[in-house]
């Protein structure tokens, strides 16, 4: 009973990480910082890989190798977001490691689509047949194509400083006499 709600908490944190990266994506490419999108994206994400961690296993997996490296990533991709606020090269340091969060999530995603779905099982039953490596493969070029076109759009907005010269007493001429 545990382990169905905990497997429920799971999928729900990764699905939520998922579609909220994918909004945050789209902010990255349309140049907009969607803050609230990226502290829900960035936070899922995050408890997705830890919730990963407190299923039964035996040995080290692909899964805790996969898990491992999605929360370096965020670590880069909270620290260039929230410690360095996107100052200089912080800014694609940040782009490219959520890209790469996000895209692990999606990979791990469609590994348990060819695991669940049964048609898809029957295509791909062992998981190293041309319909699952074709699918990773095309996720993986849109996301290298997304992540390239992010880190060229995004960009911080520049703060426009307005200089008012201070008008002096002397400078003031009385409209009546």
Known sequence: MFLTIFTLVH????????????????????????????ATFLTTTVATSLTGFGFPFHGFTPAHAVGILSLVFLAFAIGGRYRHVLARSWRWIYVISATISLYFNVFVLVVQAFQKIPLLKEMAPTQSEPPFVLT?????????????????????????YIVVKPVGIANVTPSHR
């Open 136 to 160: 990773q493969l095309v996720v993986l070029t849109l996301f290298v194509v997304l992540g390239v076109l992010a880190v060229i759009r995004f960009r911080i907005e520049r703060v426009v």
């Open 11 to 38: 999928v729900a944190l990764s699905l939520i990480g998922i579609l909220s990266g994918l909004v945050v994506m789209y902010g990255l490419l349309a140049r907009k910082r969607l803050d609230g999108w990226t």
